[in-house]
């Protein structure tokens, strides 16, 4: 299966903004649509944890640590979905994984992107 691919990290003061985006070449818009996707953070000797998720049914969710300051979002036209992260914190710090989930339960990583949050 194709993986996905994250784009946005770097690094950036407390305070300041990134905007991660994740593709999936090649994926048609009825499967873009109909996908499950999600952002993940991973911290050193810790796994995956769940920042945010979009759901095809419509809801949205944050973990508890970025709400308000995180915003998930899709762009149907462009296939892409985004992390805009505002307001960041050295504890966000770390790499941020894509994955999506189709219809049928199938589930896709990308490389991950990392993101410092350092002065």
């Known amino acids: 299966q194709r993986q996905l691919v994250e784009s946005g990290g770097g690094l950036v003061q407390p305070g300041g903004s990134l905007r991660l985006s994740c593709v999936a070449p090649?994926?048609?818009?009825?499967?873009?649509?109909?996908?499950?996707w999600a952002w993940y953070l991973q911290t050193p000797g810790n796994e995956r944890e769940l920042v945010a998720d979009?759901?095809?049914?419509?809801?949205?969710n944050y973990a508890d640590s970025v709400k308000g300051r995180f915003t998930i979002s899709r762009d149907n036209a462009k296939k892409r979905v985004y992390l805009q992260m505002n307001n960041l914190k050295p504890e966000d710090t770390g790499v941020y994984y894509c994955?999506?989930?189709?219809?049928?339960?199938?589930?896709?990583w990308g490389q991950g992107t990392q993101v410092t949050v350092s002065s």
């Open positions: 979009s759901r095809r049914s419509g809801s949205i």
């Open positions: 994955k999506s989930t189709d219809a049928y339960g199938a589930v896709r």
């Open positions: 090649g994926i048609i818009s009825s499967v873009f649509w109909g996908n499950d």
